[in-house]
């Protein structure tokens, strides 16, 4: 087992195809092969000395899962299992997916939610993003320093982006991680 777990709430895809670029790029050395949230428990999560976790923002700023209309359960039905979870001694760095256009008042929000909820855990979090380059009116994921609770992705709007923002991102947290 690597040090590093990555997991992912999705619902088109897109999240898991950003956690593969990120399982790539760290190599198998450094990450296990990422896992959708579905098929885990929060055993599986706190096996790990580090983790990153990866959301889409759905709808009106909701996280992946049966409420959202997804087929498949998500970071919805998992959440729960992190109310009486102890990470405490585990770096945790966050992904989220949204669109900066379309959903300009809740950009990200999901991000948000999932970090509310590992802030909850004693995790220590790791890898705020600047929200520079970004247009929108809200985001529950914004931190009182002005940066994202991790890194920030619109698939919609700056795909072309992605590979700067994750290579910028990767370097970052390994650091941030001590790996």
Not at 6 to 20: L, S, V
Not at 44 to 62: D, N, V
Request: with cysteine; hydrophobic share 40%; charged share 25%.
């Amino acid at each position: 087992m690597a040090d590093i777990g990555i997991f992912f709430g999705t619902d088109t895809g897109t999240t898991r195809k950003i956690a593969k670029m990120i399982h790539k790029q760290l190599g198998e050395d450094l990450a296990d092969k990422p896992l959708n949230i579905n098929r885990v428990d929060i055993d599986t999560l706190s096996s790990y000395k580090m983790l990153i976790l990866g959301t889409p923002t759905l709808g009106e700023g909701q996280l992946p899962g049966l409420a959202a209309d997804c087929q498949a359960e998500s970071w919805d039905e998992f959440l729960p299992q992190l109310d009486d979870a102890d990470l405490s001694g585990i770096k945790v760095a966050l992904y989220g997916l949204g669109d900066q256009v379309n959903y300009s008042s809740e950009f990200v929000d999901g991000l948000g939610e999932l970090y509310d909820a590992i802030c909850e855990t004693g995790a220590e979090l790791v890898g705020e993003w600047p929200a520079d380059g970004y247009e929108f009116d809200d985001s529950a994921a914004l931190l009182d320093n002005g940066k994202f609770a991790g890194l920030v992705l619109d698939n919609d709007n700056q795909s072309e982006l992605h590979s700067e923002r994750l290579a910028g991102w990767l370097e970052q947290i390994k650091a941030e991680f001590g790996v």
